[in-house]
């Protein structure tokens, strides 16, 4: 992030951002007052980013930058300058969905779906940085956004499905799904 | 044929949900829309004396500005069976979030910005925080005036009466058998209970677009219940409820929230005051912690048993705090009352249900309805007798439960699930009978019995079908995560021999669809499942009566399957067929199907319940005797879904609706002191996370095979939730001897016990 805290830039002035959008390099002219969610849906018509508690604690909002998890609620536009952006719409690949979207759509891992991006970005991350992650990381994982609906299990089966997949696709040695996540692991 | 029903087929809007594309409320934007926000009253009780706007009327990219003085022609209340909630204050305001005064603007900082130029005088009001302060000698009233509302008719055994008492809108009592019987009990216990309020907490805000013209008021809204939001809307604007049409929106999770005008009102008045403009409003979750809530109640029950542990008279007084407004109060309060006495057999009930108004934020539909409160009295209360009486609670649960095909009032459907096998199934899941007696460790069950399937609930259905076997299926259930679109779509795709793939589930709309009465009370399979089931069967039947034509054979031998009509083993591809007839562009064979609950001039209600909704519950736990904090261990839930449907849907709905039920159980509370809400944000209001999950965590989807729906299957989705909160506590009081009687079993509530019990050893 390039963004000077001495900048003096009068409030609601623009700003220009640039930055890495879905593997695409954008540019937007942006108000110091809007929040990334805003930039994302207003200006690139990202609507699978949406709002909840606008207060970064529901985790709906979620995306990655620079790939780490952040709510675009609570991030002001201006702080991304510079930085690589993922949201929801960059998990298809082309027509097809991607492997952890494919893995919540197998394990009902959404009900209303609202909290659905959130979490499959979630996961995401997650899957990047630990490709074997055990149930007890998952439910720490996880357990920085909320869902009201599902009682979590099924989400947290869709990512043991998310892992596999990935692991397959990876050439790794193949494991029995029926002993995957109770192996020596702790 | 269930050749696609309980097979496990991804559901239908599972693309949709899981690229971000599915469309919510919260999406849906038109050209030169404008934002709407709304002043809310930052007292809980006070006389609106002046309102003076005349800033905010001029604050550039104002569009708008509805004060009660511009309702126009618009009705000033609105409600359920009591028009008591203003749509903007009028003389007075009663909570911390009243609306007083609503802006339309360019943008929502625009909007807000105009709020802070109105300028309201208010003259404060002494105020109710509570039931025991609302029911107090002399405690000040909430409606000075009798606001219009009536009671509906029952059958036999049931009343209602508005304003029994002063804050009191609205009583609902249930009587069967003498009371005599109580001559014949043993025993007489009478104990107390708390229940407490949480938020629905759905993700999706409340939100609406709404745009006003003279002859078309339209709305695109996250509501659970269409045709009830246009029959109020119709009343509110005072037009045809043709002029209005309200399009249903995937819905960012209910749990009830959404139903009633949340926001369609007032977007539909500012639009009316822009010239038409389309008007959206988007509350924050704040403010929807300031709009609905679920009931709290104290609950008190008088039980009388023979010496043998068997249950003879059941007396409850339930207090429900309604909040500021009735809403859907007295429907809560009717079912509330008629849920009191559980799964259990009695000679005589009496059940009194009174909803009482304070200054805090009003409740309304909440998953349960009425069912949870009436669940923690009733199973709590069994598990203190069975401890005086020194019966396991298991034995007296059995010695008292309803058995399948018995009924719980003449003229009620039969209980159509075996409740011992459940109880059973759970209790052997969590080795209840084995359990080793380790101090601060412990084992409990309990039990909940709901009528499901909503009061006198109506719904219809269409399905057409076209030239290539295209299915179209057409119905007024919303889908809000329940899985109800996908669970119809497969039951229209198993009468017809089809894919589910193939049946495309139209949009909800009010012009189009066919009626439903909303969606709520777990009535989605049940209801609507039978009218779409009905719709798919006729429309088969028209598809074989025209190839038997075609073909010159009896119709009762011909089949349909993949859009060919099989006789005698051998496919007839439909296309050409119907071309033949109709011409290269075909036709749409087309038919409709209804389902009603079934009259019942017996039942209090005059319908019977549309299924009995039952959910098990067994938890282990371990309780800290210092620290009172409660781990739960495991946890084992069991639903019965008749026949399921969707295997991914119906266990989603039950593990959905543990957990909302441990939420309750252990912590989520909206917490107010005095009429102040202290944790109505995100951050400071605690819902389940996957962290408070129990280490172990089994459901099990029953498939009794009892149920009224399509296939025997049964409703899901609120039963889940209900035992969890007693199934809790008895584990507790298995764990360290202390009885709980309110929710939620907060360390600091727990410990208070333990240290009473010490005291009293």
């Given at each position: 992030?390039?963004?000077?805290?001495?900048?003096?830039?009068?409030?609601?002035?623009?700003?220009?951002?640039?930055?890495?959008?879905?593997?695409?390099?954008?540019?937007?002219?942006?108000?110091?007052?809007?929040?990334?969610?805003?930039?994302?849906?207003?200006?690139?018509?990202?609507?699978?980013?949406?709002?909840?508690?606008?207060?970064?604690?529901?985790?709906?909002?979620?995306?990655?930058?620079?790939?780490?998890?952040?709510?675009?609620?609570?991030?002001?536009?201006?702080?991304?300058?510079?930085?690589?952006?993922?949201?929801?719409?960059?998990?298809?690949?082309?027509?097809?969905?991607?492997?952890?979207?494919?893995?919540?759509?197998?394990?009902?891992?959404?009900?209303?779906?609202?909290?659905?991006?959130?979490?499959?970005?979630?996961?995401?991350?997650?899957?990047?940085?630990?490709?074997?992650?055990?149930?007890?990381?998952?439910?720490?994982?996880?357990?920085?956004?909320?869902?009201?609906?599902?009682?979590?299990?099924?989400?947290?089966?869709?990512?043991?499905?998310?892992?596999?997949?990935?692991?397959?696709?990876?050439?790794?040695?193949?494991?029995?799904?029926?002993?995957?996540?109770?192996?020596?692991?702790? | 044929?269930?050749?696609?029903?309980?097979?496990?087929a991804p559901r239908r809007d599972a693309r949709a949900k899981v690229t971000g594309s599915a469309r919510y409320g919260y999406d849906v934007a038109l050209p030169g829309m404008l934002h709407a926000k709304v002043l809310r009253s930052p007292?809980?009780?006070?006389?609106?004396?002046?309102?003076?706007?005349?800033?905010?009327?001029?604050?550039?990219?104002?569009?708008?500005?509805?004060?009660?003085?511009?309702?126009?022609?618009?009705?000033?209340?609105?409600?359920?069976?009591?028009?008591?909630?203003?749509?903007?204050?009028?003389?007075?305001?009663?909570?911390?979030?009243?609306?007083?005064?609503?802006?339309?603007?360019?943008?929502?900082?625009?909007?807000?910005?105009?709020?802070?130029?109105?300028?309201?005088?208010?003259?404060?009001?002494?105020?109710?925080?509570?039931?025991?302060?609302?029911?107090?000698?002399?405690?000040?009233?909430?409606?000075?005036?009798?606001?219009?509302?009536?009671?509906?008719?029952?059958?036999?055994?049931?009343?209602?009466?508005?304003?029994?008492?002063?804050?009191?809108?609205?009583e609902y009592g249930h009587t069967t058998g003498s009371p005599d019987a109580w001559d014949d009990c043993d025993h007489i216990f009478t104990d107390t209970f708390h229940f407490p309020r949480m938020h629905h907490m759905h993700l999706e805000?409340?939100?609406?677009?709404?745009?006003?013209?003279?002859?078309?008021?339209?709305?695109?809204?996250?509501?659970?219940?269409?045709?009830?939001?246009?029959?109020?809307?119709?009343?509110?604007?005072?037009?045809?409820?043709?002029?209005?049409?309200?399009?249903?929106?995937?819905?960012?999770?209910?749990?009830?929230?959404?139903?009633?005008?949340?926001?369609?009102?007032?977007?539909?008045?500012?639009?009316?005051?822009?010239?038409?403009?389309?008007?959206?409003?988007?509350?924050?979750?704040?403010?929807?912690?300031?709009?609905?809530?679920?009931?709290?109640?104290?609950?008190?029950?008088?039980?009388?048993?023979?010496?043998?542990?068997?249950?003879?008279?059941?007396?409850?007084?339930?207090?429900?705090?309604?909040?500021?407004?009735?809403?859907?109060?007295?429907?809560?309060?009717?079912?509330?009352?008629?849920?009191?006495?559980?799964?259990?057999?009695?000679?005589?009930?009496?059940?009194?249900?009174?909803?009482?108004?304070?200054?805090?934020?009003?409740?309304?539909?909440?998953?349960?309805?009425?069912?949870?409160?009436?669940?923690?009295?009733?199973?709590?209360?069994?598990?203190?007798?069975?401890?005086?009486?020194?019966?396991?609670?298991?034995?007296?649960?059995?010695?008292?439960?309803?058995?399948?095909?018995?009924?719980?009032?003449?003229?009620?459907?039969?209980?159509?699930?075996?409740?011992?096998?459940?109880?059973?199934?759970?209790?052997?899941?969590?080795?209840?009978?084995?359990?080793?007696?380790?101090?601060?460790?412990?084992?409990?069950?309990?039990?909940?019995?709901?009528?499901?399937?909503?009061?006198?609930?109506?719904?219809?259905?269409?399905?057409?079908?076209?030239?290539?076997?295209?299915?179209?299926?057409?119905?007024?259930?919303?889908?809000?995560?329940?899985?109800?679109?996908?669970?119809?779509?497969?039951?229209?795709?198993?009468?017809?021999?089809?894919?589910?793939?193939?049946?495309?589930?139209?949009?909800?709309?009010?012009?189009?669809?066919?009626?439903?009465?909303?969606?709520?009370?777990?009535?989605?399979?049940?209801?609507?499942?039978?009218?779409?089931?009905?719709?798919?069967?006729?429309?088969?039947?028209?598809?074989?009566?025209?190839?038997?034509?075609?073909?010159?054979?009896?119709?009762?031998?011909?089949?349909?399957?993949?859009?060919?009509?099989?006789?005698?083993?051998?496919?007839?591809?439909?296309?050409?067929?119907?071309?033949?007839?109709?011409?290269?562009?075909?036709?749409?064979?087309?038919?409709?199907?209804?389902?009603?609950?079934?009259?019942?001039?017996?039942?209090?209600?005059?319908?019977?319940?549309?299924?009995?909704?039952?959910?098990?519950?067994?938890?282990?736990?371990?309780?800290?005797?210092?620290?009172?904090?409660?781990?739960?261990?495991?946890?084992?839930?069991?639903?019965?879904?008749?026949?399921?449907?969707?295997?991914?849907?119906?266990?989603?709905?039950?593990?959905?609706?543990?957990?909302?039920?441990?939420?309750?159980?252990?912590?989520?509370?909206?917490?107010?002191?005095?009429?102040?809400?202290?944790?109505?944000?995100?951050?400071?209001?605690?819902?389940?996370?996957?962290?408070?999950?129990?280490?172990?965590?089994?459901?099990?989807?029953?498939?009794?095979?009892?149920?009224?729906?399509?296939?025997?299957?049964?409703?899901?989705?609120?039963?889940?939730?209900?035992?969890?909160?007693?199934?809790?506590?008895?584990?507790?009081?298995?764990?360290?001897?202390?009885?709980?009687?309110?929710?939620?079993?907060?360390?600091?509530?727990?410990?208070?016990?333990?240290?009473?019990?010490?005291?009293?050893?």
């Open positions: 992030m390039s963004h000077d805290p001495d900048d003096e830039v009068p409030a609601g002035a623009a700003v220009p951002v640039d930055m890495i959008l879905n593997g695409a390099r954008r540019h937007a002219d942006v108000p110091t007052n809007t929040m990334l969610l805003s930039l994302l849906r207003n200006e690139f018509g990202l609507t699978g980013v949406r709002g909840s508690c606008e207060r970064g604690v529901c985790g709906v909002c979620t995306v990655l930058l620079d790939g780490k998890p952040v709510a675009s609620c609570s991030l002001f536009a201006f702080d991304v300058d510079g930085a690589t952006v993922e949201t929801i719409e960059g998990q298809r690949d082309g027509d097809a969905l991607g492997p952890v979207q494919q893995a919540f759509a197998e394990c009902g891992g959404f009900q209303c779906g609202y909290c659905t991006p959130g979490m499959i970005i979630l996961t995401t991350a997650l899957l990047r940085s630990e490709a074997k992650p055990n149930r007890d990381e998952i439910r720490r994982w996880i357990g920085s956004n909320i869902c009201r609906c599902t009682g979590y299990e099924m989400i947290m089966e869709s990512v043991e499905r998310a892992a596999e997949t990935l692991a397959a696709e990876s050439g790794e040695p193949g494991e029995d799904p029926d002993t995957e996540g109770e192996e020596e692991r702790s | 044929m269930t050749e696609v029903v309980g097979h496990n007292h809980a009780h006070a006389r609106v004396v002046s309102i003076d706007t005349s800033a905010a009327d001029a604050l550039d990219g104002v569009a708008a500005v509805l004060t009660r003085d511009r309702l126009g022609a618009m009705m000033t209340t609105f409600g359920s069976l009591i028009k008591d909630q203003p749509v903007v204050a009028v003389d007075t305001v009663r909570y911390v979030g009243d609306v007083v005064a609503a802006v339309a603007a360019v943008d929502e900082r625009t909007a807000l910005a105009a709020l802070d130029l109105i300028d309201v005088t208010y003259e404060l009001l002494p105020t109710v925080a509570d039931i025991a302060e609302a029911l107090a000698e002399n405690a000040p009233e909430l409606f000075p005036e009798e606001p219009p509302g009536f009671t509906p008719h029952y059958g036999p055994g049931a009343h209602a009466t508005l304003r029994p008492a002063r804050n009191v809108s609205f805000p409340y939100v609406s677009v709404s745009t006003a013209a003279a002859d078309r008021l339209e709305v695109w809204t996250s509501n659970q219940m269409p045709f009830q939001l246009r029959q109020e809307l119709a009343r509110l604007f005072s037009v045809a409820e043709s002029v209005v049409r309200v399009h249903g929106e995937y819905i960012g999770g209910g749990f009830g929230g959404k139903s009633n005008c949340r926001t369609e009102h007032i977007g539909l008045r500012l639009s009316q005051l822009a010239g038409g403009r389309p008007v959206r409003f988007c509350m924050t979750l704040e403010e929807a912690f300031l709009t609905i809530s679920q009931h709290k109640a104290t609950l008190t029950l008088k039980t009388g048993i023979k010496a043998d542990g068997t249950f003879v008279a059941r007396q409850s007084t339930v207090l429900l705090d309604a909040g500021a407004y009735s809403e859907y109060s007295p429907f809560v309060a009717e079912k509330a009352g008629y849920r009191m006495p559980g799964a259990y057999r009695w000679q005589h009930i009496d059940t009194t249900c009174w909803t009482v108004h304070t200054n805090t934020v009003p409740a309304g539909a909440f998953r349960g309805f009425g069912g949870t409160q009436a669940t923690w009295a009733n199973e709590r209360q069994l598990d203190l007798i069975a401890q005086r009486l020194g019966i396991d609670p298991f034995d007296l649960r059995c010695r008292n439960m309803l058995d399948l095909g018995e009924q719980t009032v003449p003229g009620e459907r039969p209980i159509d699930s075996d409740l011992k096998l459940g109880l059973d199934l759970v209790a052997d899941a969590i080795r209840y009978h084995a359990r080793p007696h380790v101090p601060g460790r412990g084992i409990g069950i309990a039990m909940a019995c709901k009528d499901g399937g909503g009061m006198n609930k109506l719904a219809q259905a269409r399905v057409k079908i076209d030239v290539n076997g295209n299915v179209y299926l057409a119905a007024g259930l919303t889908e809000m995560g329940q899985g109800g679109h996908s669970a119809l779509s497969q039951i229209a795709a198993d009468v017809l021999g089809t894919e589910p793939a193939r049946v495309r589930f139209t949009d909800v709309d009010t012009d189009y669809s066919p009626f439903d009465s909303g969606t709520n009370s777990s009535s989605g399979i049940v209801v609507t499942g039978r009218a779409v089931a009905e719709a798919a069967e006729r429309a088969r039947r028209q598809v074989l009566e025209f190839a038997a034509e075609s073909l010159d054979l009896p119709v009762e031998q011909l089949d349909l399957r993949d859009w060919q009509v099989i006789a005698d083993g051998v496919g007839h591809p439909l296309p050409p067929m119907i071309q033949q007839v109709y011409g290269g562009t075909g036709f749409e064979f087309s038919a409709e199907g209804q389902y009603k609950a079934a009259f019942s001039s017996e039942t209090p209600f005059e319908t019977q319940a549309a299924f009995w909704e039952i959910g098990w519950a067994a938890a282990e736990v371990k309780v800290d005797v210092e620290t009172g904090k409660v781990d739960v261990l495991q946890l084992v839930i069991s639903g019965d879904a008749g026949k399921v449907i969707n295997h991914l849907g119906a266990r989603g709905q039950d593990e959905g609706a543990a957990v909302m039920g441990l939420g309750q159980a252990l912590f989520e509370e909206l917490r107010y002191e005095g009429t102040d809400l202290l944790n109505g944000e995100a951050l400071n209001y605690r819902v389940p996370m996957a962290d408070d999950l129990p280490a172990s965590f089994v459901s099990i989807t029953q498939e009794q095979g009892h149920g009224s729906g399509p296939f025997g299957s049964k409703g899901l989705g609120e039963g889940g939730m209900l035992p969890v909160p007693p199934a809790i506590a008895a584990a507790i009081a298995d764990a360290v001897g202390v009885q709980l009687t309110e929710l939620p079993m907060t360390p600091e509530r727990v410990l208070d016990a333990i240290d009473r019990r010490h005291v009293t050893i």
